[in-house]
């Protein structure tokens, strides 16, 4: 069993850790299709340098578009960023990185509605309740439903190992992370990196919801946020139901990072060398036993 652990790690005060190299910095990402349903979504997808199979990761983007993404170019340009802060860094630790723009967002503008559009409008018509239920219903179907898409592709791939894949997702990317492990029994490992941070306290649904997913997941979970993100509830709250029914976990909650409510719930992205030992440690673990 992974051992429990909560703690405070890299104050944002402190110089950030230089994390070596573990292996050749890989190509550019190539642009893939990922079919779900009738929508051909776009991916980013990088690979390792070497021979395979390959362990692999599908990521979860979440919801947001940002502060600086006030058009659909905008967003693209992004994702595209956030992307390219993830991507090789998973590939080079010999991992096949897939980060799946699901509908309506960053590549795959155009194919079907965005999953934040939808709930601001139910917000806008109906409230909080509308729109806590517009999300859980979308977490449920739509955009899990492109996330298995993202996951049947990589398990096609010649370079992929299909018995060592790992899914990871931030905020409601993290969200859809643990429905999908719910669902989907044969993953190595699970992280999730701030599932819900904005939605704990306000939607009572949700809440109720990801207890339940990680009280059936099977896989070793790994869940991450910043000490001063919009709640760090997610992260204490799931790790004491997984503790509670003896499922194999591990929390980290690092000190305080970043300058604004953004910056501060992206530790994803604008962190890495900050988590990175973490993950990867987490991984091999799991991934390469």
Not at 190 to 204: C, E, L, M, R
């Amino acid at each position: 069993m992974v051992k429990t652990c909560v703690l405070l790690l890299a104050s944002a005060l402190a110089p950030i850790p230089t994390v070596g190299v573990a292996g050749p910095v890989p190509r550019r990402a190539e642009i893939v299709v990922v079919r779900s349903g009738t929508l051909k979504l776009k991916a980013q997808l990088w690979r390792p340098e070497g021979r395979g199979p390959f362990p692999a990761v599908l990521f979860n983007h979440g919801s947001g578009r940002g502060t600086d993404t006030t058009s659909g170019r905008r967003d693209q340009a992004n994702r595209k960023r956030q992307a390219a802060m993830l991507g090789p860094v998973f590939a080079r630790h010999g991992y096949v990185f897939l980060f799946l723009h699901r509908r309506g967002a960053g590549l795959s503008a155009g194919q079907g509605t965005y999953s934040g559009d939808l709930i601001d409008r139910a917000f806008a018509a109906n409230g909080q309740e509308g729109r806590n239920q517009t999300q859980l219903e979308l977490l449920e179907t739509d955009e899990l439903g492109d996330a298995l898409a993202g996951l049947a592709f990589l398990r096609e791939l010649a370079e992929v190992d299909s018995r060592r894949i790992a899914v990871a997702g931030h905020s409601f990317g993290g969200s859809i992370t643990l429905l999908l492990a719910e669902r989907d029994t044969t993953l190595g490992a699970v992280i999730d990196f701030a599932s819900a941070a904005n939605s704990w306290v306000g939607s009572p649904p949700l809440r109720a919801r990801l207890l339940s997913a990680v009280s059936h997941i099977t896989a070793p979970v790994l869940v991450i946020q910043a000490a001063n993100d919009y709640s760090v509830e997610p992260a204490r709250e799931l790790g004491a139901e997984m503790e509670r029914l003896g499922r194999p976990h591990r929390i980290k909650i690092y000190d305080a990072f970043g300058q604004t409510p953004e910056e501060e719930h992206s530790l994803v992205y604008l962190g890495v060398p900050i988590w990175e030992s973490d993950v990867f440690e987490f991984l091999d673990e799991q991934m390469r036993r």
